[in-house]
C-alpha cells in the first residue's frame, strides 16, 4: 500500500505564495500520474493541476499561469507551486497519486488534505 504525506498549507494574503508538497511512500512498483485536487466548502472537488510520470502537464483554467506542478521520481514527490493567489484559491487541497502495484495493477491514493486559506 501507499501512504501520501502534504505539507506546505496555511494562512496567506491576497497576492502570496504558497508551495505544497506530496511524499510518497509504501510499497510499489511506480507512480504513473500524481494530482492535486481541491475542494472548497460547498462545492465539488476539482482537478487543479496533474503531471504525468514523463513530465506531462494539465491545469485548470482557473489556475493556469500563477500554479505549477512539478515532480522528483527519485523522491516520489509532487509539488504545487501556488503564485498570485486570490480569495478564491482557499481550499482543501488533496494530493492523488495513481500507483502501479507490484501485483501490475494500479491503484488509486489520496493524501489527507492540506487547508490552504487566502485572506485580503
Known amino acids: 500500500q501507499v501512504q501520501l504525506v502534504e505539507s506546505g498549507g496555511g494562512l496567506v494574503q491576497v497576492g502570496g505564495s504558497l508551495r505544497l508538497s506530496c511524499e510518497a511512500s509504501?510499497?510499489?512498483?511506480?507512480?504513473?500520474?500524481m494530482d492535486w485536487y481541491r475542494q472548497a466548502p460547498g462545492k465539488q472537488r476539482e482537478l487543479v493541476a496533474a503531471?504525468?510520470?514523463?513530465?506531462?502537464?494539465n491545469y485548470a483554467d482557473s489556475v493556469k499561469g500563477r500554479f505549477t506542478i512539478s515532480r522528483d521520481n527519485d523522491k516520489n514527490t509532487v509539488h504545487l507551486q501556488m503564485n498570485s493567489l486570490k480569495l478564491e484559491d482557499t481550499a482543501v487541497y488533496y494530493c492523488?497519486?495513481?500507483?502501479?502495484?507490484?501485483?501490475?495493477?494500479?491503484?488509486?491514493?489520496w493524501g489527507q488534505g492540506t487547508q490552504v486559506t487566502v485572506s485580503s
Open positions: 492523488h497519486a495513481d500507483v502501479m502495484g507490484l501485483a501490475g495493477v494500479s491503484w488509486d491514493y
Open positions: 509504501g510499497t510499489f512498483f511506480s507512480i504513473n500520474a
Open positions: 503531471i504525468t510520470s514523463g513530465g506531462g502537464t
